[in-house]
């Protein structure tokens, strides 16, 4: 069965570096969705991406993000300046349409020092 | 409103019991509603979802049963195993600002399941 894979699963980072998320998401699908998980708490929708260009973005995803399909698979997260509150796992997740299953990844530990 | 609440927070039960979870929501424009089932160090895994138009569904251990004018869901566990024990997420969409399908997630229950 297809799946979404991110890379790395564990990311240690200075505070002021920055970080790339990597995530190849399902082939075919066409929406693409970046979302936050703090240790213990729920999962917080970051941005979603469609058609090259960003359709959403909460209030997470300040000008420190950004999100990029540099090719016709990778699907990324860019955080420019990290903080320490930026320590989380982030997921990649994907469908093929809107309001249609969302398939998630195993997600990146990003963990600021 | 776009929050979805969860209930309980934590749940034990025993092998062969059926455990409950519980949602809700305000936004009627909410139209799409995932479980999701999610192992230490894994990423959110779908189990079932289900849309308004339909009071219960179904697939093999797991139910979903749907109120839509209470604006509440529930998860099912038919006969937990102790490989359920895991934390649920309940999740909503909808087609409002923009129908960009992002999903707002409910806090998570994490369920232990005791042999």
């Known amino acids: 069965e297809p799946e979404v894979t991110q890379t790395p699963s564990h990311q240690v980072t200075q505070m002021g570096q920055e970080v790339i998320l990597r995530c190849v998401p399902i082939?075919?699908?066409?929406?693409f969705y970046w979302y936050r998980q703090i240790l213990g708490q729920k999962v917080e929708f970051l941005v979603s991406?469609?058609?090259?260009?960003?359709?959403?973005k909460s209030e997470i995803f300040d000008d420190q993000f950004s999100v990029e399909r540099p090719d016709g698979s990778n699907f990324t997260l860019k955080i420019r300046s990290t903080k320490l509150e930026d320590s989380a796992m982030y997921f990649c997740?994907?469908?093929?349409?809107?309001?249609?299953?969302?398939?998630f990844g195993d997600g990146t530990r990003l963990s600021i020092l | 409103q776009q929050q979805v609440k969860q209930s309980p927070q934590s749940l034990i039960v025993q092998k062969g019991g059926i455990p409950i979870i519980n949602c809700a929501y305000e936004?009627?424009?909410?139209?799409?509603f995932p479980w999701y089932q999610q192992f230490p160090g894994k990423g959110p895994a779908l189990l079932i979802a289900?849309?308004?138009?339909?009071s219960e569904k179904k697939e093999g251990r797991f139910t979903i049963s749907f109120n839509k004018s209470a604006k509440q869901f529930s998860l099912h566990i038919m006969d937990s195993q102790p490989g359920d024990s895991a934390t649920y997420f309940c999740?909503?969409?909808?087609?409002?600002?923009?129908?960009?399908?992002?999903?707002?997630f409910g806090q998570g229950t994490t369920l232990q399941v005791k042999p």
């Open positions: 997740a994907s469908s093929y349409r809107v309001n249609q299953p969302q398939h």
């Open positions: 082939s075919n699908h066409l929406y």
């Open positions: 991406f469609y058609n090259n260009e960003i359709s959403e």
């Open positions: 936004n009627t424009a909410f139209d799409y």
């Open positions: 289900i849309r308004p138009d339909v």
């Open positions: 999740a909503a969409s909808g087609r409002f600002g923009g129908n960009t399908g992002k999903l707002i």
